[in-house]
C-alpha cells in the first residue's frame, strides 16, 4: 500500500442507539463492542493494515478532550485533532482533510476517510481492500468503498458498480448512486450483484478531491479553505474558524461531489462491515446464545429468543416471554422496543428532547479534561457528585456565587487550595469551601483521586463557575 494519510470523522451522535450513545458521549466514543470505543478501535485497524500516514480526527469541539484522552490511551499521541464549531455534514470535513493533507504532505498524498463508529469483521480484508483503493486512487479515481450486501437492506444508500477500471483488479467504475430504497427494491439490487452498500469510505489523491470539489462544490471548497486559513492552535487542538466553516453548505459528500464526478470508482468490499446505526445491527454482530439472545451486563432471560439486553448500570435486568426486543438500561433511562422499530429510538429521542429531558442529552457521567463526574443525587438547592481526578491533573482555579462545597476524599490524595492556603487531604478526611471562596483541587499522585462533592446553595448548575485560571484553555 502506498503511504495513506488516514481521516477519521468523529462528528457523529448516534442518536438510534439511545439511552446509551449521546450528544454529551456519542457512540463512537463508547466501547460498544469489546473494551475499546469504535474510535479506538478504527484507528487500531487502520494501523493494523499498514495506514502508516499521520492520523488526522475531525471531531466536535464539545467532544475534544474525550477524543484526546482515547488516542493517548491507544498511544496515538502525535495525532492531529482538528475541531468543527459547527457541524456541516461530510462534504465540508472532506473538503478540510483533503486541503490540510495537500498542505502538509503534498497535493499528490493519497488520504483516506472513515467514519468513527463503524465495524468491521475481517481486518485482513479490509486491508486488501484498502490496496485496491488506493492504487485506484493514484491512478486519479476517488474511490468509494461499495460493502457486498448480505441482505436487501432499506436503510443503506447504494451504489451500482459500471465497467471494470482496466488495470486495476475488483475496481470499477460508478454507473450510479442510488437512495435508500423499498424492500422490494433492494432485494433486486441483491439478486443483481450489480450493487453495494454505501459505505461513507474514500480514498483520494489530495488534488484529485480539491479538483472536483472545485468543480462541483466550489462554495464548500471556499469555506473549507478560509476555516483552515483562519484556524487557531488551541492546546493540542486545531480549532477551525467558525465564521469559515459557517459560510459552507450542510451537504454530504455524495451528493456535493460524488453524485456528479466522472472519476468515482467502486471498490467492491466484503469485510464483515456494518454502520452499527441502530441496535438491531449491534445485535446482529454480537455473540448469541442458541435461543438468539444477545446480554451485556447482569441479565437474566426466561423463555426469551431474538432478544438484546444491555444491562449498563450493574442492576440485574430480568425478562420474561420477549420475543425480538431490545432492552437497554443505564443509570438514569431504561428503553424498551421491539427489534423490528429499533431505528425509531432517534424519533422516540426527538420526543425526549421536546420535552426538554435532560437524559435525551446529557450522561450522568460527564468527562472533562481532568477526569469524571457523576451526579449521584439532587434536587433544587443540593446536589451530590462523585469526582474522579486523573494523575497529575487538577481542576481550574474557581470560585462559586451561589453554592458552597463540602469535599470528602474517599480514595487517593488531594491538594487543595482555599482562598490562597493549601492542605493536604488523604482518605477519610474532608474540607469546606465556602460560597465565593477561591479553590482548586488538584491529584499530584500515581492514581486516580476520588471524592464525594456535596453542593448546597439556590443555585447548583455547572456554569455558577468563575474560571480564573485554567490550564485547559477553558474560559
Not at 460 to 466: N, R, Y
Request: hydrophobic share 40%.
Amino acid at each position: 500500500m502506498p503511504s495513506l494519510y488516514p481521516v477519521i470523522l468523529s462528528g457523529g451522535s448516534g442518536t438510534r442507539l439511545w439511552p446509551l450513545s449521546r450528544k454529551s458521549y456519542p457512540k463512537q466514543l463508547l466501547p460498544l463492542i469489546g473494551d475499546e470505543s469504535l474510535l479506538q478501535a478504527t484507528v487500531r485497524r487502520l494501523r493494523d493494515v499498514g495506514c502508516t500516514g499521520s492520523l488526522r480526527v475531525i471531531a466536535n469541539d464539545d467532544h475534544r478532550f474525550m477524543v484526546r484522552r482515547q488516542l493517548v490511551d491507544i498511544a496515538e499521541r502525535d495525532s492531529a485533532i482538528i475541531l468543527e464549531p459547527v457541524g456541516r455534514n461530510t462534504a465540508p470535513a472532506v473538503a478540510v482533510a483533503a486541503l490540510s493533507v495537500a498542505r502538509a504532505e503534498g497535493p499528490d498524498a493519497i488520504v483516506g476517510i472513515f467514519p468513527s463508529d463503524h465495524f468491521i469483521r475481517d481486518t485482513a480484508a479490509f486491508g486488501a481492500v484498502l490496496d485496491q483503493a488506493s492504487a485506484a486512487a493514484g491512478a486519479g479515481h476517488i474511490a468509494t468503498l461499495s460493502i457486498v450486501p448480505t441482505r436487501p437492506e432499506t436503510g443503506y444508500g447504494y451504489i451500482r458498480r459500471g465497467d471494470p477500471l482496466p488495470g486495476i483488479a475488483g475496481v470499477h467504475t460508478v454507473s450510479s448512486f442510488v437512495e435508500k430504497p423499498d424492500k422490494p427494491t433492494a432485494q433486486t439490487y441483491v439478486d443483481s450483484g450489480e450493487y453495494g452498500w454505501n459505505s461513507g469510505m474514500f480514498v483520494f489523491r489530495a488534488d484529485v478531491m480539491i479538483d472536483a470539489l472545485e468543480t462541483h462544490a466550489p462554495e464548500c471548497l471556499a469555506a473549507a479553505g478560509h476555516a483552515l486559513d483562519d484556524a487557531h492552535t488551541d492546546l493540542e487542538f486545531l480549532r477551525l474558524d467558525r465564521d469559515g466553516l459557517d459560510a459552507a453548505p450542510a451537504i454530504s459528500i455524495d451528493y456535493a461531489v460524488m453524485e456528479k464526478t466522472d472519476r468515482a470508482a467502486a471498490v467492491a468490499a466484503n469485510i464483515g462491515w456494518s454502520d452499527l446505526g441502530a441496535w438491531n445491527a449491534l445485535h446482529e454482530i454480537a455473540e448469541k446464545d442458541e435461543r438468539g439472545n444477545a446480554t451485556t451486563g447482569p441479565a437474566f432471560l426466561r423463555d426469551a429468543t431474538g432478544t438484546l439486553v444491555r444491562a449498563e448500570d450493574g442492576r440485574l435486568v430480568a425478562a420474561l416471554g420477549l420475543e425480538d426486543a431490545v432492552i437497554v438500561s443505564t443509570a438514569d433511562a431504561v428503553m424498551v422496543a421491539p427489534m423490528a422499530r429499533a431505528a425509531e429510538v432517534k424519533d422516540l429521542l426527538a420526543d425526549l428532547s421536546a420535552a426538554d429531558r435532560a437524559e435525551a442529552t446529557e450522561n450522568r457521567r460527564v468527562t472533562r479534561p481532568w477526569g469524571t463526574y457523576e451526579d449521584i443525587d439532587r434536587e433544587d438547592n443540593f446536589r451530590v457528585k462523585r469526582i474522579v481526578v486523573d494523575p497529575g491533573a487538577r481542576l481550574s482555579l474557581q470560585r462559586h456565587a451561589q453554592r458552597s462545597e463540602h469535599w470528602v476524599v474517599v480514595r487517593g490524595t488531594a491538594h487543595v487550595t482555599i482562598n490562597g492556603e493549601e492542605t493536604v487531604l488523604s482518605r477519610n478526611q474532608s474540607t469546606y469551601v465556602p460560597i465565593g471562596a477561591t479553590h482548586r483541587l488538584e491529584n499530584r499522585g500515581t492514581e486516580p483521586l476520588h471524592l464525594i462533592e456535596v453542593q448546597v446553595g439556590d443555585y447548583v448548575e455547572e456554569d455558577d463557575i468563575e474560571r480564573l485560571d485554567d490550564v485547559y484553555g477553558r474560559s
